[in-house]
């Protein structure tokens, strides 16, 4: 039981240790000019962390309604690819040939450069927030098929002979035997696109949109405001550990047997 | 005329591979309703598919199987009970939620079959561990939830394979008296594979003894004492020993001829 707190204690507080010590020394050299010297910048492109943490305070407003555009994009974009990618786990898994035909399909589409497909996107659909969404899905919906799958097939065939054998439809099968056993699985991969939904979500607005955190970073450059361009960057991982977070306590609410 | 009707197994001439691999060869086999019949053979003669095809989870290559009067696959899917080497315990439900699997496959809400199984687990020495998930349980305990799970489906012809293969000495010991009083006390016709002589001949009425791939009957035994309550009495004594001694040089035979 100590040990068991020890190793929690230090999970916690050693991270914490080790980022405090972090920003206390960046403090300390961007405080006495010590970066900008080094690099021969004016001290305003070189904002310590109080600066930055006063300039997240004074936009808190601003902020927070950007990050609500981004919340939503990476919100909206990860549900589509829920969606559409346990829908396509659960086909390709119950047709063979269905999974001979598109698994090719769905790792090259792995292959798009987004960067490439994005300003498309902007092009067809305009600045608002539906190509975003798009291109989280489309980022998100990989991880998620494919351990979705991945977690379909992890079913044991005896397993199965056992429930064909106790009057188990199909539906029950996969109800109470399939199912529950790629949710573990399903979890890892909703877990990877959570991690990089956010990434998605600020470079479709890096590309062109009307709001969000992205937008905000990008137009704050063009104005040299450092200070805010790092508050919002503070702000999108904050949000993006706050959601892994979720996803894990998720995870562990509904996978109780691990 | 009066015998085919009381024959509640009858297999004819039934042979089975996969490809190129025979795995059965011409096997004729019949069993009495509420007779348990025990197969043993050396690893890989087939008894396990043998014990597949009786449950109508496949059809054989050539012969004919008959459960209860059906010979289509799904009609001895509907009659028999497959219990499978490992206990396949569905992590994720309870006990007495694994134990009513079939119960609810067959359509009963989650109390009524939580209540039917309820009796059983008394009955069974199962009784306070309904809630404990499978991962909670011993061994032994989990054997017994998995032959639970199996006869409550109440199908006339239950098909057990290796039941306690993955026992202690001492618990397997155990669980076969545990079987034998089940079986006394809710008989059922019951094909039972094992690789363990002793076993078969203290639970079963009749043993027949396979030969190595490609599987064919190479003997068969009466049981002097099927599942006495006095399992340690039954398997010292003299005319058990040479039911014993006859199987084995049946089982040794059927090496020597590969």
């Given at each position: 039981?100590?040990?068991k ?26 405080s006495?000019?010590?970066i ?13 962390p ?5 300039s997240?305070?004074?936009n808190r407003?601003l ?32 047709w ?9 399909l ?25 190509p ?5 899905a489309?980022i ?8 979705a ?6 079913v044991?065939?005896?397993?199965v ?5 106790l009057?188990a ?7 109470r ?19 990089v ?32 361009q ?26 109780t047997w691990? | ?39 043993v053979g ?5 008894k ?15 012969g ?21 080497q ?7 439900y ?13 359509g009963?809400?989650?109390?009524a ?7 059983l ?27 639970l799970r ?11 394979d ?8 001492i618990?397997?010991a ?5 079987l ?29 003894v396979?030969?190595?791939?490609p ?22 004594d ?7 001694e006859e199987?084995l040089?049946?089982l ?7």
């Amino acid at each position: 039981m100590s040990a068991k707190g020890t190793t929690r204690w230090r999970r916690v507080l050693l991270p914490g240790l080790l980022l405090a010590a972090l920003i206390g020394l960046w403090q300390i050299a961007a405080s006495t000019g010590a970066i900008a010297d080094a690099l021969d910048l004016q001290d305003f492109l070189v904002p310590s962390p109080a600066e930055i943490a006063s300039s997240l305070w004074e936009n808190r407003g601003l902020l927070a309604e950007n990050a609500w555009v981004t919340l939503k994009e990476i919100l909206l974009g990860i549900l589509c690819a829920l969606v559409v990618g346990v829908g396509m786990a659960v086909l390709m898994h119950r047709w063979q040939l269905l999974r001979d035909a598109a698994y090719p399909l769905i790792v090259a589409s792995q292959t798009i450069p987004i960067v490439v497909i994005s300003p498309i996107l902007l092009v067809w659909f305009g600045y608002g927030i539906g190509p975003k969404i798009f291109v989280v899905a489309l980022i998100c919906f990989f991880p998620i098929t494919v351990n979705a799958l991945d977690g379909l097939r992890s079913v044991d065939p005896e397993a199965v002979k056992m429930m064909r054998s106790l009057d188990a439809s199909r539906w029950q099968r996969f109800r109470r035997v399939e199912a529950p056993a790629a949710l573990p699985s399903l979890f890892t991969g909703v877990k990877i696109a959570v991690v990089v939904a956010p990434i998605a979500a600020v470079f479709a607005e890096w590309v062109g949109a009307d709001a969000g955190l992205g937008r905000l970073i990008q137009s704050d450059l063009a104005y040299y405001q450092v200070a805010r361009q790092f508050a919002a960057v503070v702000v999108l991982s904050a949000m993006a550990l706050l959601l892994i977070g979720l996803t894990t306590l998720a995870e562990r609410r509904v996978v109780t047997w691990r | 005329m009066r015998q085919d009707t009381s024959m509640q197994l009858e297999i004819g001439g039934v042979s089975h591979s996969y490809g190129d691999l025979c795995t059965l060869d011409s096997l004729d086999l019949a069993g009495e309703e509420h007779e348990v019949l025990g197969l043993v053979g050396p690893s890989g003669c087939g008894k396990s598919t043998l014990l597949e095809l009786i449950c109508g989870l496949q059809e054989p290559s050539a012969g004919t199987i008959s459960v209860g009067g059906a010979t289509r696959a799904e009609g001895r899917l509907g009659r028999c009970a497959f219990m499978p080497q490992r206990d396949l315990l569905l992590p994720w439900y309870s006990a007495i939620d694994n134990a009513a699997l079939a119960l609810r496959n067959q359509g009963l809400g989650r109390d009524a079959a939580r209540g039917a199984a309820t009796g059983l687990f008394e009955r069974f020495g199962l009784a306070g561990f309904e809630a404990a998930r499978p991962a909670e349980l011993s061994g032994g305990m989990r054997q017994r939830v998995a032959f639970l799970r199996t006869l409550i489906a109440g199908k006339p012809v239950l098909a057990l394979d290796e039941p306690f293969a993955a026992l202690d000495a001492i618990t397997r010991a155990e669980m076969q008296e545990w079987l034998a009083a089940a079986l006394r006390t809710d008989p059922r016709t019951v094909v039972l594979v094992t690789h363990d002589v002793e076993e078969a001949l203290y639970l079963c009425d009749r043993v027949a003894v396979l030969s190595a791939r490609p599987g064919r009957i190479v003997a068969e035994l009466a049981s002097p004492h099927p599942r006495t309550p006095e399992r340690d009495a039954a398997v010292t004594d003299p005319e058990f020993i040479a039911a014993r001694e006859e199987a084995l040089q049946a089982l040794r035979g059927s090496k020597r001829t590969l």
